[in-house]
């Protein structure tokens, strides 16, 4: 499942972020907003806790993940992410990878139940 980066921001120390304001930056970094969310059956318990994969790197979700977005710190991400930059929710992106077992075990659910709840808003490209 990918997605591309909607919207870049380069925030300071003590910024915060999402519904309720409940992750606060510890340090000046970058903040990329990532087109999904839980109306698109991506989890609300990824909130502060899940990953994406950005230029191959692991990039941590910050703050709640909101109904038609998720944020994630790419500060330490080199070099700079751009707009449009390839974002995977799970999957492989160069050497890295993001299974759909991982966050499943995060979840304390099974896998079937991530992939299933992606819903149909959610374009789907088939290939042979």
Do not use: W
Not at 3 to 12: I, N, Q
Not at 73 to 84: A, F, R, S
């Amino acid at each position: 499942l990918k997605a591309r980066v909607a919207h870049l921001k380069k925030v300071p120390s003590g910024f915060k972020i999402s519904y309720g304001m409940t992750y606060q930056t510890e340090k000046p970094t970058t903040i990329a907003t990532i087109p999904i969310g839980y109306a698109d059956g991506f989890s609300r318990l990824l909130s502060s806790r899940g990953f994406m994969l950005v230029c191959g790197c692991r990039a941590p979700i910050v703050g709640r993940v909101c109904m038609d977005m998720t944020m994630l710190d790419v500060g330490h991400i080199v070099p700079e992410v751009g707009l449009e930059e390839e974002v995977v929710i799970f999957g492989r992106q160069g050497n890295s990878s993001i299974t759909v077992d991982e966050i499943a075990s995060a979840l304390n659910t099974i896998s079937y139940e991530i992939v299933s709840a992606i819903t149909a808003r959610v374009p789907r490209i088939y290939l042979r």
